[in-house]
Each structure stands twice: as C-alpha cells, then as structure tokens.
C-alpha cells in the first residue's frame, strides 16, 4: 500500500500469496478506507486468504489495545486472580513508598446498593430499576490507607489524588502488558504521573519483561534516560 501523489490517493498492491481473486482484491480495496489500513478492512469481509489471515492473527495475538472499559479501578485491583491481586499490591504499595506518599496500604470492599430501600425519584429508581431488575447494584470499594503522626486513617479512592490514581492505573497496566506478553502503545504516557514514579515503573517494566514490548509518545525527553 502507498500513497500515489499524482493521484492523491492510496494505491494497493497485492502479493501473489495472499491468493486472492480480482473480484476478491476488488472487495477488499472497496472496504478499505484512507484512514485505515488492508489487515482492518480484511477483518470486516467474509474472505478466504490464509496468509492475511496469518498477518491478522500476529497483530491480535501480539497488539495489545487499551479500551475505555467499564471496569474500575476497583476491579482491576481485585480480580478473580488472588496471586496477581497480591503482586500488584506488593509492587503498588512499594513504588507509593518509594515515592515518599503517606500510602501505606489499600483494600477494596464488595458493596451492595439496595435501590428499593433508598429514597431515589420515582422515574430515576424506574430506569435504575431497567438495568438492575433485582433492584441491588454490586459494585467495589477501593479505600487507601494513609499513615499520619495521629494514626491510620482510610480515604475513598474518590477523594484521592488524581496522580496517585494515575500512578496504580498506570502500575496495573504494566503489570498486565507483561503478563500478556504484548506490545502496548500508550500516548503521553506522563501525563498525570510524578516523574519519579514514572521512571520506577519503566524501570520494572524493563526488569520484568523478557517478550512484551511498551511504545510510548510522551513530551518528556528524560525518559529517554530510563
């Protein structure tokens, strides 16, 4: 694929191992878009091209995406996965440490809403009542432990920092691109991060990681340090 200046317009060639008829390469240039690229288009067709299919499969198996999820951070920090939620810990607790921040420890809690005993407008209980037809909304608490010179004391994870919400989003996200074994590109990746913390967790990243890869954009030329 490349870009005919004379044209102004993108111009694919295929290869004899893609095995695809005129008709098919006629499809797949007809479901391909400016903006994106002859793999993305392949996916959307019913055709038949085990070598595509090949390129496709590398770029899913060893792509890693990050979606908007409905997760929270809650839930990335408490998973099914007892051995992985004691890890994160041990390595978020530490680099919160490292970092000179009060933290000493966190703990998310399952909750439970119970919207036919709360005092909620008729019509807002009626469309919260669409979605959680049992009337009860689950959902997970996640509280940091901040140590003072009067004692410990508990803050909801809403009334944290936004830095430091960055930071352990930022730690799970690592921790998980390593544990997948996939290449993650993440933009600005500074943003919202202390810069000390930030280079703690490139460091592990680089310690733990033997064939996932981590692509970054960011404004901050220090990392190149790292």
Do not use: W
Request: overall charge negative; proline content about 2%; aromatic content about 6%.
């Amino acid at each position: 694929r490349h870009f005919n200046p004379e044209t102004q317009s993108m111009e694919v060639t295929f290869g004899t191992l893609c095995g695809l008829s005129k008709a098919d390469q006629r499809v797949l240039l007809s479901n391909t878009l400016d903006n994106s690229s002859i793999l993305s288009a392949f996916n959307t067709v019913n055709l038949e091209s085990p070598e595509l299919d090949k390129n496709f499969m590398f770029f899913e198996n060893h792509l890693g995406f990050v979606h908007k999820s409905k997760q929270t951070l809650a839930d990335k920090l408490k998973s099914e996965d007892e051995i992985r939620n004691e890890k994160i810990k041990s390595l978020v607790l530490a680099l919160l440490k490292d970092i000179d921040t009060d933290i000493v420890d966190y703990s998310v809690e399952d909750i439970t809403i119970d919207l036919l005993s709360r005092d909620i407008p008729a019509k807002a209980k009626a469309l919260l009542l669409e979605e959680y037809p049992d009337g009860k909304i689950k959902q997970k608490l996640l509280k940091f432990v901040h140590r003072t010179l009067a004692g410990d004391f508990p803050l909801n994870s809403d009334d944290e920092s936004k830095g430091t919400l960055s930071i352990v989003r930022l730690m799970v996200l690592i921790y998980d691109v390593v544990l997948s074994h996939k290449l993650v590109c993440e933009d600005e990746i500074e943003t919202g991060v202390h810069s000390k913390a930030l280079a703690y967790i490139l460091k592990m990243f680089l310690s733990l990681s033997d064939d996932s890869q981590l692509v970054i954009a960011t404004h901050d030329d220090s990392l190149f340090d790292q």
